[in-house]
């Protein structure tokens, strides 16, 4: 496979972190700054990302309004009899759908499971860019490191920290080229409690050891949530609408566009629309 495009993955081994959500808001924010883009949702059983795009077709077919959408691909979790046969297949599908979207795409995200399994496994092996949302709690730190809790000392990586690296042996291998893992904090809780000021402390100190970058994530809003009922990402209302932008609407745009500058996507395929255009209000041209 002749990949030209840029892999960027959503993975953890954790449901609930609003990996679809943050998945389908990078790819829509991409096409917005006028990049190709292209989608794979590994999680056939949950089908979050599929099923967030059905409902955005479903939008455009009623309101006749034209929205950017990726060219979207599922892969179904192989149902052949030996393990052996069933990974065969699975690396198959993957590989076709990375080619075939490769040669019309800037940009791939895929959305994995929630599990661990060989699917994500291997994914993750073909990411240029991981993003790993994770929730501001104790339990999603597990995630990431094993945790001392009587002292809050790390004692090493976690199991989803360890295969991480191993897809970075196997991705080094492969092509030669490295995995930029970024992990964003989600759903912080807006008091500055002091689990709050342990969990920031302990991330800084994880990323160090485990090679990752780290970044603001998504707020506990319930606008995510309303725009996935209706295909719709925040990106896609407008400034004049009736009554304007609401405040929760603004602050998620920007947590949104702080994302994508930390993904950086200009230095894979260059400039192509001002990130303004994804930002908060935009300004009024001047008469």
């Known amino acids: 496979m002749k990949n030209t495009a ?15 959500t943050t ?34 077709f479903e939008y455009i077919t009623r309101s006749k309004e034209h929205l950017p959408s990726p060219a979207h691909m599922a892969i179904e979790k192989s149902q052949r009899e030996s393990v052996a046969e069933q990974r065969f297949e699975e690396e198959s599908f993957l590989y076709l ?4 979207l490769s040669r019309v795409c800037d940009f791939i995200v895929i959305d994995t499971p929630g599990t661990d399994t060989f699917l994500s496994r291997l994914a993750h092996s073909y990411a240029d860019t991981l993003i790993t949302p994770m929730n501001d709690s104790f339990i999603d730190l597990d995630l990431l490191a ?16 360890k295969m991480v690296n191993e897809q970075r042996k196997a991705k080094k291998k492969r092509d030669g080229t490295p995995i930029d893992w970024i992990v964003m904090r989600n759903r912080v809780a807006p008091l500055n409690t002091n689990n709050n000021k342990i969990i920031a402390d302990l991330l800084v ?23 996935f009922l209706k295909g719709l990402t925040l990106l896609d209302l407008k400034e004049d609408q009736d009554g304007g932008l609401t405040m929760s609407q603004i602050s ?9 500058m930390a993904i950086g996507p200009e230095k894979y395929k260059g400039h192509k629309k001002p990130l303004d255009i994804i930002g908060t209000l935009k300004k009024k041209k001047s008469a």
């Open 6 to 20: 840029h892999i960027i993955v959503f993975g953890n081994e954790k449901g609930g972190s609003g990996k679809s």
């Open 23 to 56: 998945a389908m808001h990078t790819a829509i924010a991409l096409l917005r700054l006028g990049y190709r883009v292209g989608t794979i949702d590994l999680d056939a059983r949950q089908g979050t990302l599929t099923r967030y795009l059905k409902k955005r």
């Open 97 to 100: 759908a990375l080619d075939e």
């Open 146 to 161: 094993d945790i001392d809790m009587k002292n809050y000392e790390i004692k090493g990586p976690s199991i989803y920290s």
């Open 205 to 227: 100190q994880i990323s160090r050891l485990a090679g990752f970058r780290l970044t603001p994530g998504f707020g506990e809003r319930v606008v995510f949530k309303e725009m």
């Open 252 to 260: 998620a745009r920007q947590e949104v566009r702080t994302l994508i």
